[in-house]
């Protein structure tokens, strides 16, 4: 199988926005008189809203309206800090982008995050034109580990997921990149190497500045 396409997470692999997401969730807390623990958000990072918020106890799990009602508010807290501070892409992001849009090879990304999000930090790092299309939380009704966002990537850029390999971070990342079929390369942005191998990606790297196109071509 010819290797076609790549499927990007995002958060911990394209940006690292881990302190912004972490700043909201505790303003957030702040704005509701709730209580919330780094090792609690650490537990949740890379989950659905939908999923972290019945699990905070901050909605009841099938409260679309107050699920919504208190995501989209983390997501304002989230951009408004993103568009103070600024944002940079990953190191070996822009590289890896510039290479393979040179061999015509698409790109998509697969993330848990909402649209409004990723559009922000595309605008704010000029990385929009290197992606063929995004596939985001609206366009899926569930979260990774299941397989659904890199599906829909990947029928967005028309290619065989057998032929697509997802660049991830987190654990149920990976075990969603092996349920769709794909290849995955881990990287240890946010988990150790030790942790990440649990899951068996097919290649674990601490950044994607050594990976380019032979890299991900040798994956098959």
């Given at each position: 199988m010819p290797f076609s396409a790549v499927i990007f997470d995002?958060?911990?692999?394209?940006?690292?926005?881990?302190?912004?997401?972490?700043?909201?969730?505790?303003?957030?807390a702040e704005e509701l008189g709730q209580?919330?623990?780094?090792?609690?958000?650490?537990?949740?990072?890379?989950?659905?809203?939908?999923?972290?918020?019945?699990?905070?106890?901050?909605?009841?799990e099938g409260d679309r309206e107050r699920?919504?009602?208190?995501?989209?508010?983390?997501?304002?807290?989230?951009?408004?800090?993103?568009?103070?501070?600024g944002i940079e892409p990953l190191p070996g992001v822009v590289a890896l982008l510039e290479g393979l849009k040179k061999e015509g090879i698409p790109c998509a990304i697969g993330t848990s995050t909402p649209r409004?999000?990723?559009?922000?930090?595309?605008?704010?790092?000029?990385?929009?034109?290197f992606f063929n299309d995004i596939a985001t939380s609206e366009d899926v009704s569930r979260?990774?580990?299941?397989?659904?966002?890199?599906?829909?990537?990947a029928a967005k850029l028309g290619a065989d997921p057998a032929s697509c390999v997802v660049i991830e971070d987190a654990h149920?990342?990976?075990?969603?990149?092996k349920a769709a079929g794909m290849k995955?390369?881990?990287v240890t942005t946010t988990h150790p190497a030790e942790s990440l191998?649990?899951?068996?990606?097919?290649?674990?790297?601490?950044?994607?500045?050594?990976?380019?196109?032979?890299?991900?071509?040798?994956?098959?």
């Amino acid at each position: 199988m010819p290797f076609s396409a790549v499927i990007f997470d995002f958060d911990g692999v394209v940006i690292d926005s881990h302190e912004a997401h972490e700043r909201s969730w505790f303003m957030l807390a702040e704005e509701l008189g709730q209580t919330l623990t780094r090792e609690t958000f650490v537990s949740t990072f890379g989950q659905r809203n939908e999923s972290i918020l019945p699990f905070l106890g901050w909605a009841e799990e099938g409260d679309r309206e107050r699920i919504q009602q208190l995501g989209d508010r983390k997501e304002v807290l989230y951009r408004d800090i993103l568009r103070a501070d600024g944002i940079e892409p990953l190191p070996g992001v822009v590289a890896l982008l510039e290479g393979l849009k040179k061999e015509g090879i698409p790109c998509a990304i697969g993330t848990s995050t909402p649209r409004a999000n990723v559009e922000c930090v595309l605008e704010l790092t000029g990385l929009a034109s290197f992606f063929n299309d995004i596939a985001t939380s609206e366009d899926v009704s569930r979260g990774k580990p299941d397989p659904e966002v890199f599906l829909k990537a990947a029928a967005k850029l028309g290619a065989d997921p057998a032929s697509c390999v997802v660049i991830e971070d987190a654990h149920v990342g990976i075990r969603a990149a092996k349920a769709a079929g794909m290849k995955s390369v881990a990287v240890t942005t946010t988990h150790p190497a030790e942790s990440l191998a649990k899951e068996e990606p097919d290649r674990i790297e601490a950044s994607l500045e050594t990976v380019d196109v032979g890299f991900l071509r040798g994956l098959w």
